[in-house]
Structures are given as C-alpha cells and as structure tokens.
C-alpha cells in the first residue's frame, strides 16, 4: 500500500480534486471580479496539483516560483505566461510559519512585481480568513509592513 499525507489528499484522489478545484475557481472568479488580479502564483507540488487545473477552469494565467530557485532542468526560478503580470493572488494549502508565503512574494519582488500587488492569499486546507501581516525589510524606502487578505475555501 502507498501511504498519502493528509494534505496532498486532493493530490491523490481525483473527486478530493475536483471538488478542491472547482470550489478554488468559483472562489477566485468571484474575487477576480471585485478585486482585478493578473496571475495565480504558487510554490511545490500541493500548489502545482490545484493551480493548474483551477487556471484551466477560470482562464486565469499560473506563475510558478520554485522552491528550488531554479537550480532545476529548466534553469528557471520563476515561469508563468509571456505577458506582464501586474498583480496577483497566492494559492496554497496552508500558513504555518509563513515562509512559503513569503517566498512567492520575494520570488516575484525579485521580478518587479511589488509585494503590495499581491492582492490576497487563498488558502485550500484551512479555515483561516483574516490577514497575514509581516515586515518585508527589503522594501522599497528601507522597509515596509505588508498585511494581505486571507480567504480560506476549505470544504
């Protein structure tokens, strides 16, 4: 037998997907309409395994910040679509200490993409909905205090 961690179960088991990625895209086109946002941005497998096919769904372009810095075949730290991404939301599991988070922003500051255009996180295997809030000390002007929506669409 394969074992399966809990989180990735939507990974696994195609109706755990299906009801994770059409809930994440009736969630996002919704916020789409109120909030304008170019891209989806995600780190790893977990997020590969509903970023994809929620952009399939919803027509909205993915951005790919790689947790390996793009020591990978591809040579590439960042991939998403050949136009320009202004803005965007994160999608990921969960916030445990943040760092993943913050990853994909730094990712993308690196790229020009400022951390205040990162327009909410939503989150699918958890029940947060409030902010995330953190001091981003490479900001432009010495510093700045990021604080970003967080919408949880857990079934």
């Known amino acids: 037998m394969i074992g399966c961690v809990g989180y990735m179960r939507h990974g696994h ?5 299906r009801k994770v ?9 919704a916020m789409r309409n109120s909030t304008p946002f170019d891209a989806i ?15 399939y769904l919803t027509g909205i372009p993915t951005v790919n910040v ?3 810095g793009g020591s990978g075949s591809h040579g590439m730290a960042i991939e998403g679509p050949n136009k320009s991404i202004e803005s965007y939301v994160i999608l990921d599991d969960l916030i445990d200490s943040g760092e ?7 990712g993308l500051a690196n790229r020009m993409i400022p951390a205040k255009q990162c327009k909410a996180i939503v989150l699918y295997h958890s029940h ?3 902010s995330f809030s ?10 700045n205090f990021v604080e970003i929506p967080v919408v949880s669409i857990r079934l």
């Not at 990625?21 to 086109?29: D, S, T």
């Not at 497998?45 to 952009?55: D, E, F, K, L, N």
């Not at 953190?134 to 510093?143: C, E, L, V």
């Open 13 to 17: 088991e195609p109706e755990a997907l």
């Open 134 to 143: 953190y001091y981003d000390a490479d900001a432009d002007a010495g510093g």
């Open 128 to 130: 947060r909905n409030d």
């Open 21 to 29: 990625v059409r809930k994440a895209g009736r969630v996002l086109r």
């Open 100 to 106: 993943t988070v913050k990853a994909i922003i730094r």
């Open 41 to 55: 941005a995600f780190r790893g497998m977990s997020g590969a395994s509903i970023a994809y096919p929620v952009s």
């Open 66 to 68: 790689r947790k390996d």
